[in-house]
């Protein structure tokens, strides 16, 4: 989620979903207008007499910015999430509560980290070698953990400053905020209470004309500037989402913690793309999280040594498998399978030897979605019977596709989301799953070597664009995996993967705005599609 001013709204912030649809409105403070007045010891000016020269103001024009939880954020969400690790690898009992304590005593007065470790020895009756090794830990820490808050940080321009209330010096304030890939140059100012008590803005105020200040904090970054008429406005971005809340108090933190990031990690002004991030990074990734945990149950019990994800829709799901299957300890290896439907009900013998040479008896076929009328059709024109089949979403026999030709009894189906599942729609799951290359119409066998024979991709710039950003938001969330522990994930039973799975394929499913951005292309295909394999 993130925040966004509303066109034609004034000064009001609206919290936009997944959907795009606006689900709460948050108030943005902004500075009132001044009037015009005369300066002191002059009068007005009377009609004919000359007019004094307006004062200049040479005072730079900048934005200004709170830095932690609105530029970075930590990716274990809360600050104590830094003194947990710092506990677990230390081995120092009870550090995690000595340490927010030490801090909450040096408050009053002026502290840096120096002064909070010398009150945490007195806390702790811990040796000064030790004590240093902590502190040196803390700032490592720091730094493993720090990301990157993409939107905000687009924000940033050359000559804008950066002030933050903290205990870390500005040295390594920079060296966070270069390790999260702020390029910008910029002032940054750092004081223990400067924008907590306000007494930072006259001096700011004096040498800058500040366009806009944006912060986190209610108080700080938006009560405290506005009371000098400074214009300010709170951000929320940090915070978990409505799906990384529900994924948190499901147990399923080091989830939540990943979606969140790669949440944060993305950005576009492009409120097409910006949707497809979202939803990819809160709702996709995690689904086919579930999908590949389900796969790799189902192999591991199977026994299949040969997977196969069939083009288009399985293109992204490939490396998340792989990922997942080296996590449980599963053996198997994980193939593109070049198909549709037009090259499995007209297929060349060309194609039939590829399949044939695929589809072994220790090999399962993997698919987004479908009726698994093609693939049977296929099967039996092999010669092959009982060929283990995995969807992420069985759907029902379809009429038109019955009426042309029955389904043989070909394959064993399995499923992660049953056939009769309520408030789903696969067309929206196929669009969150969109590959960037053109239907396979066949495959053409050169020395051994599968060469796939693809139709012209028609989709226009503007649907590539979002397709590529799915693809990247996906490939960073992958990419992410090995910040996290998420053993607890994949240990869950069938019954939880199942209830988690399909909340998140129902919310997915809300996401309508997708068909306006996919809709018109995906129909064109289904009905080119129809009409060749004889399908009205």
Known sequence: M???PRPQTGDTLYLIGANGETITSVASVRAPTIPAQTAPGTSAVRDGERKAPVPVDTRPLVRTFDVFDTLIARRCIEPAGIFAIIEERSGLKGFVAARRKAEANVLAGPHDLDVIYAELATLLGVEPVKLAALKALELDVEKQQVIPIAENIARVRHGDVLISDMYLG?????????????????GLVVTNDGKKTGRIWPEIAENLR?????GDNEHSDVKMPSSFRISARLTRLDKPSTVESVLINLGLRQLAELCREARLR????DKAVRLVQLVQANLNFPLMLMASIELANLVRQLGCRRVLFSSRDCDMWVPLFEEVVRRMGVTCKAEY????RLAKMQPSDSYLAYARDRIAKDSIVVDLCGTGWSLSHMAARLGLSNVPVFFVHKL???KAYEELSRTPDACVFHALIRHDAPDVFNTILEMCNYSDHGMVRDVRMVEGFAVPVLAEDERGPRDHAAVMAQK?????AVSLMENFDLNHVL???QASISAVAMALYQSLSRQQSLRGLYGKGHMDEEVRVRAQIGCN
């Open 2 to 4: 993130t925040f966004q």
């Open 170 to 186: 500005a040295t390594h304030i920079r060296s966070l905020l270069d390790h999260a890939g702020l390029s910008a140059k910029v």
């Open 210 to 214: 500040i366009e806009e200040h944006l």
């Open 266 to 269: 993305t950005w576009s002004d």
């Open 337 to 340: 399978f070049y198909t549709s």
């Open 396 to 398: 029902p026999s379809a």
């Open 472 to 476: 990247e938001t996906f490939a960073l």
């Open 491 to 493: 240990q869950l039973d």
